[in-house]
Every structure is written in C-alpha cells, then in structure tokens.
C-alpha cells in the first residue's frame, strides 16, 4: 500500500495510484438511465476508455448496477468489455452497502478508482462510503456525470473536501503505468493516449 499523507495534512488517498494495488469500479451506467444525464455518451466513452486500460494493465474492473429492474442492466459498450460475474445490483445508493461489491472482481484491493453515475448520487456516496470504510478512493472526473451539471461539480467540489482523490482518466492511467519505456507503456499509448 502506498504511504499515508503525513499527520496534520487533509485526509484522502496516496499520492499516486498504483495498478497492483487497484481496482477500477463503473457506477451505475445503465440503459435507461444514460439517456438522461448530461453528456451521458461522453462518460460511456469515457468509462469504456478506462476499462480498456485497466484491463491492459491487468487491473480488476467491476460494475455496479442501481435497481435494474427499473433501470435496466449495464449499457451493452461496457457490459461488453467485462469478465463475467462483474456486475453487482443494489438499491441503496452506495455501493459500499448491503455486500454488493462481495465477490466482484478486486476485493481486497485499496485502491478504489470510480467512475460513472450519477455523480452526485450513487458516485458520491459510494466513494464517501468506500473512503469511510478504510480504501483509497479516487473519482475520475472526466468519467462521471450527472444530469444536471451543476450537481458533478457540487459532487466533486464535496468529495475533493472530504479527502477523496478526484483525478482525471489520463492521471490514472499514466500513475498506473508508473514509467515509460516498457512494451505496457507502448500498448497504452498506442491503444488509448492519442
């Protein structure tokens, strides 16, 4: 595990992820709910994007589904690129709750790396719960939305307050792949940084 923030700063997640220590968690993007959020195709690109490098890297992805039922399962892009037995249902808003994640792919894990929706939402309270649960917990704030945009920005504004990593999908990956020069470094760039 990465080192801890020395005493007295504001609490929150290492200063670096790292793909051994990571799993990468896609909240909540699902068919009849994408529709609605604003630039909802940008963050399936973009949750999509993240998933091709995690799984470059070998960094566990998993998903999570609220109330399927109404609002149908994963977007077919995404539910496409996961293993199978990836993808948690819940109806509380945190995915922290009620065991949805047992099971899931990286359990055990610290690192927990968030995207999807809606921010302020099921994204905020999965991570407050996750960070309270003892994780590192980072939101990529180019791959989280919510309908309203003003609610994202509240939600990362809050999250950056109460100590979780709010990063972008480049941060991660680049902090994942740690150094250059390496035939991952080379598949990731030519695959996902041009």
Not at 20 to 37: C, F, H, K, N
Not at 86 to 100: D, I, N, Y
Not at 159 to 186: I, K, P
Request: glycine residues 10%; proline residues 5%; aromatic residues 4%.
């Amino acid at each position: 595990m990465s080192d801890r923030l020395h005493a007295g700063a504001v609490p929150g997640p290492a200063a670096l992820l790292r793909a051994a220590s990571s799993r990468l968690l896609i909240v909540d993007v699902q068919q009849r709910l994408v529709p609605a959020i604003h630039d909802g195709e940008r963050i399936v690109d973009a949750c999509a994007w993240l998933v091709g490098v995690a799984q470059q890297l070998s960094v566990p992805v998993a998903a999570t589904e609220q109330y399927p039922r109404g609002l149908g399962p994963t977007v077919e892009r995404l539910r496409a690129l996961l293993p199978p037995r990836a993808v948690g249902s819940k109806t509380a808003f945190s995915c922290a709750e009620g065991g949805c994640l047992d099971g899931l792919p990286g359990t055990g894990r610290g690192q927990v790396v968030i995207a999807g929706i809606e921010a302020h939402v099921c994204v905020l309270q999965s991570a407050l719960g996750l960070a309270a649960a003892g994780h590192e917990v980072f939101v990529v704030a180019d791959a989280v939305g919510s309908r309203d945009p003003a609610n994202r920005s509240l939600a990362l504004e809050r999250l950056r307050q109460a100590g979780v990593g709010v990063v972008s999908r480049e941060m991660v990956a680049f902090e994942w792949l740690h150094e250059a020069g390496d035939d991952r470094f080379r598949d990731v760039s030519r695959n996902f940084l041009r």
